[in-house]
């Protein structure tokens, strides 16, 4: 969407701060032994207390209020009482909700508990790069640079980008236009940023895939090639210079 008037500003920035505030209880919550549907379940009461609705399950009936993965899952895991959280993992929660009549999102990866397994390298490139990338954007920036400095950031490091996962605009639907913010320069994409739109921006960095498929299940994304992905999104209405960060109070950059 486009912003227009001061009460689409205000509406935005109360819904970013529920999905914030939702996203950054959640991964305090978190704990070994626990299962994702129970991490879900203290997300939904987080949503329905502010009376938010949760985007996916309004959108798409999603089963569940949040997308919870973990490990070797890349995105869209669904919550799930026999998938109990461990020692080390892996785990990304992704937020997204409604709240009178504006939509934002917003998802963070994190390490659960000590780094046993080495992945909080990976999941620091991803706040990183998502920083840096977000620095760069202002109206007349063309989507594709921005693309283009993410995978550029991410092979620095020694990771790939995800191809067919991007980020989106947002505002008064869950997804609207542009329709896909690449982590790759995308030359058929020559569209540009513009001032006053809302944009979802995301990273999707992996160890070793490029592409996304979807398990039996409908929803659970993961890799093409196996290995690990850290995703870091944050809501922001882009200007002239420095972008309104809508969904800061989430603290992944903390």
């Known amino acids: 969407m486009s912003i227009t008037t001061e009460e689409e ?40 207390d502010f009376g938010a609705r949760s985007a996916p399950l309004v959108t798409y009936h ?9 490990n070797n899952e890349f995105c869209h895991g669904i919550p799930s009482d026999r998938k109990i959280l461990k020692e080390g993992d892996l785990v990304n929660i992704d937020v997204s909700a409604e709240l009178n009549g504006f939509w934002s999102d917003n998802g963070g990866s994190f390490v659960l508990g000590h780094d046993i397994h080495h992945h909080q390298k990976l999941v620091d490139a991803s706040k990183q790069i998502l920083y840096k990338a977000i620095s760069h954007i202002r109206g007349g920036v063309p989507i594709s640079d921005i693309g283009h400095l993410i995978e550029t950031e991410s092979r620095k490091r020694g990771y790939t980008v995800i ?21 790759y320069r995308d030359r ?28 039996e299940d409908g929803w659970t994304m993961v890799g093409n090639k196996g290995g690990f992905m850290a995703q870091h999104e944050h809501t922001i209405v882009v200007t002239d210079g420095k972008p309104i960060v809508l969904t800061e109070m989430n603290e992944i950059w903390n």
């Open 9 to 48: 500003l205000v509406g935005m920035q109360k819904v970013s701060e529920v999905v914030a505030c939702t996203l950054k209880e959640m991964r305090n919550y978190a704990q070994p032994g626990m299962s994702t549907k129970e991490l879900d379940n203290y997300g939904a009461a987080i949503l329905s």
């Open 62 to 70: 999603f089963p569940g209020w949040t997308c919870i993965s973990v």
């Open 163 to 183: 191809k067919n996962l991007t980020g989106h605009g947002i505002g008064r639907q869950l997804h609207e236009e542009p329709t896909e913010i690449a982590n």
């Open 188 to 215: 058929f994409n020559q569209a540009r940023f513009r001032k006053n739109t809302v944009v979802a921006i995301e990273t999707f960095i992996s160890t070793t895939s490029t592409y996304v498929d979807t398990l």
